[in-house]
């Protein structure tokens, strides 16, 4: 019999004990137990622990703790709520979220390229005016990151017929689409982008890059989706460009403070569409698989998954 494995979500977790039984269930060989329901003994036998947003004061009270499996895809919080560590983190990479994630760029960038903003607005002015029809071919899409997200995002962009370019650290070979690497090349991409996508993770470096001289360089009429984290974008700088009508519309999942307070601009500016983190939300049966399958190996073989980089934050 394995040594349990202790599950630490944050407190007041609502969906705590769906979790845990999602994990149990794809576990049933496994014990799995809270770690405020451990006794001493358990604890100290505990090597993994699967989170949700733990406290690190739960983890250090698992002495023998040697990796952590997080349930959700971005890690910006646990990275900077356990500062220096030697623990090993492993992110869902679930191929069920990048398809979910794909399914809303795409949705979202045909929203935009269909105009439905200004129908919209046109509609409620009971004003009859055909729009300029533009194919896909003739539109650029520019996608900030080119992850297990923005990868499947890519492939359904290209498949509707969109030009397509990716931007990421290190460079990446992907069929059809213009790859551009590094904050050196990252003008190059904006220049281009007639609907900017966002799937970067946040880290020191993603931490208000798109600020008033990045937002300046796409064309004028570009339009923004950011699905990542709010504070990728410099949101004084995003408002002064969607006022100067430099850009025409952003797409906002994500923002600085959630949920978005009621006297946020956003919620009442006409060139801003405001989605409550609903781009991709984490399958709870595919994700309780995925780390299943990923503590199954681990057991096997002794060899983790992929893990975060601590230098890089993700
Ligand atoms: P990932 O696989 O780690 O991919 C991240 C991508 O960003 C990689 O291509 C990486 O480049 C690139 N990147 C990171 N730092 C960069 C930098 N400084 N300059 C240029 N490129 C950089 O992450 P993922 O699974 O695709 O997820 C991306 C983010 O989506 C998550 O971190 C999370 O914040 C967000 N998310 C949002 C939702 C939602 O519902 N809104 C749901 C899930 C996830 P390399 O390829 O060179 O490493």
Redesign the pocket.
């Known amino acids: 019999m394995s040594e349990p494995i202790a599950f630490v979500p944050r407190a007041g977790f609502e969906q705590a004990d769906a979790w845990l039984g999602a994990l149990r269930q794809a576990m049933p060989g496994e014990t799995i137990v809270p770690v405020g329901a451990m006794g001493e003994a358990q604890r100290r036998a505990v090597k993994v622990a699967i989170v949700a947003n733990p406290d690190p004061q739960d983890l250090g009270a698992l002495p023998g703790l040697c990796w952590i499996h997080s349930v ?5 919080r646990l990275v900077a709520d356990l500062g220096e560590t030697d623990l090993k983190i492993v ?3 679930d191929p069920q ?2 398809t ?2 794909a399914e ?1 760029v795409l949705a979202w960038t045909l929203y935009l390229h269909r105009d439905m903003p200004a129908y919209a607005r046109q509609q409620r002015d009971a004003l009859w005016h055909p729009l300029p029809y533009r194919r896909p071919g003739a539109r650029t899409v520019g996608l ?9 995002a890519a492939a359904v962009l290209r498949a509707a017929g969109f030009q397509v370019r ?7 070979a992907i069929e059809g689409v213009e790859c551009f ?3 050196q090349e ?1 003008d190059l991409l904006l220049e281009r982008s007639d609907i900017l996508v966002c ?5 020191p ?2 931490t208000g ?1 798109l600020d008033a001289a990045r937002l300046a360089r796409l064309p004028r009429g570009a339009q923004l989706i950011n ?3 709010g504070p990728i974008v410099v949101e004084a700088a995003l408002k002064d460009a969607l006022d100067a009508g430099h850009l025409r519309h952003a797409v906002l ?2 923002f600085k403070r959630e949920p978005l307070s009621a006297d946020a601009w956003e919620w009442r500016h006409p060139a801003v569409t405001v989605l409550p ?6 399958d709870r049966e595919t994700a309780a698989q995925i780390v299943a399958g990923n503590i199954r190996r681990w057991r096997a073989s002794g060899v983790l998954p992929p893990t975060v980089d601590a230098r ?3």
Request: hydrophobic share 50%; no cysteine.
């Open positions: 959700w895809a971005g890690v910006e992110r869902l990479v979220l990048a979910t994630m809303a900030l990151g080119l992850g297990a997200l923005g990868e499947a990716g931007w990421s650290r290190q460079r990446k690497a590094g904050v990252l799937l970067l993770p946040l880290t470096q993603t890059v699905f990542a984290r999942d994500v983190h609903i781009s991709a939300p984490t890089t934050g993700y």
